[in-house]
């Protein structure tokens, strides 16, 4: 298992779940 690999992948998919949530928040709020 290569370390970097599997944290380079954890990163994208925390960016993914924060852009998803920005996304619900923008919804709530009437932005989008």
């Not at 994208?12 to 989008?32: E, H, N, Q, R, S």
Request: avoid cysteine.
């Amino acid at each position: 298992m290569n370390y970097e690999s599997g944290n380079h992948g954890f990163t994208i998919g925390g960016i993914l779940v924060l852009f998803i949530l920005l996304v619900i928040i923008a919804k709530t709020f009437k932005w989008y």
